[in-house]
């Protein structure tokens, strides 16, 4: 009955705009740390966006900082990834990610071991 499910990808022009969302169904929702990961083919998932449903504290990859942000609508279960600005190595799969969080810490981590709970990925392509 766990379950993420990805939208939002698509094909846009660099410099333009996609906003993802994720469906979040979970045991204890708001106890969770979600996050956005990516893949490029060819290269290991990396995180792009980490988001601390407890305390709505943020974090980013350098290379999406300040282009990219994560926010989350608890009353819909649904997390949010704002991208603008886009550039072709943005180019991946990205995947919706949910962990329990840990107790005592306000900010999520940033490993894929972290997260154990995945959807299924949405393609974002932007061409150059």
């Known amino acids: 009955q766990v379950q993420l499910v990805e939208s939002g990808g698509g094909s846009v022009q660099a410099g333009g705009s996609l906003r993802l969302s994720c469906v979040a169904s979970?045991?204890?929702?708001?106890?969770?740390?979600m996050a956005w990961f990516r893949q490029a083919p060819g290269k290991e998932r990396e995180g792009a966006a980490y988001f601390h449903v407890n305390t709505a504290r943020t974090a980013y990859s350098d290379s999406v900082k300040g282009r990219f942000t994560i926010s989350q609508d608890d009353a819909e279960n649904t997390l949010f990834l704002q991208m603008n600005s886009l550039k072709p190595e943005d180019t991946a799969m990205y995947y919706c990610?949910?962990?329990?969080?840990?107790?005592?810490?306000?900010?999520?981590?940033?490993?894929?071991?972290?997260?154990?709970?995945w959807g299924q990925g949405t393609q974002v392509t932007v061409a150059s």
């Open positions: 979970l045991p204890s929702y708001s106890d969770y740390c």
């Open positions: 990610a949910a962990g329990r969080a840990v107790w005592g810490r306000t900010v999520c981590g940033r490993r894929l071991e972290a997260y154990n709970h």
